[in-house]
């Protein structure tokens, strides 16, 4: 990839990120975006991104064939690994449906059940300065129930929370 003269991967001109992730290359130091997983051996592989920096769906599709893919890691690029992880099966956020990557307004998303889907092994207590935080979040709910779904929620081990929240209905 090679990017236009002065222009920086956010993490580069953003540094001292605790965490970092997305869809995209946001960190010159970044190899690999996701681990996927396909529904039906159950075989996994970790995928990085296209010539354009974007996530290497063709890759997913390759991977998967007629499964459908599941995001099993979701990787940290902020160098820091604090990787998102899921290795319960049904809780792993969709993100390929066996014929197409799931999209939202043409770039690729992870799809949750709203139910139990969720990364559960991030752990960012130590790395988390709680007088100087900020998450930035796309999001979009089918459906207004629950009412306040969080895109993220980050608790430390004093118990403080940061989250934010979107209502679709409203």
Not at 76 to 86: K, L, P, R, V
């Amino acid at each position: 990839l090679t990017l236009p003269s002065g222009a920086a991967f956010l993490l580069d001109t953003y540094t001292g990120a605790a965490a970092g992730y997305s869809t995209r290359r946001i960190a010159s130091s970044a190899t690999n975006l996701m681990r996927i997983r396909e529904d039906s051996g159950d075989t996994e592989t970790d995928i990085g991104y296209d010539a354009n920096g974007d996530l290497d769906t063709a890759a997913i599709a390759t991977h998967c064939g007629t499964a459908n893919g599941y995001v099993v890691t979701w990787y940290d690029q902020s160098g820091n690994a604090n990787n998102a992880t899921q290795s319960t099966n049904a809780s792993q956020p969709q993100i390929y449906n066996g014929t197409a990557v799931i999209t939202e307004n043409g770039k690729p998303a992870l799809q949750y059940d709203g139910t139990d889907d969720a990364f559960s092994d991030v752990t960012l207590s130590s790395a988390v300065n709680q007088n100087n935080i900020g998450s930035f979040a796309v999001g979009r709910w089918a459906a207004a129930s629950p009412a306040f779904p969080a895109i993220t929620n980050l608790r430390t081990a004093q118990d403080d929370a940061f989250g934010i929240a979107y209502r679709g209905d409203q």
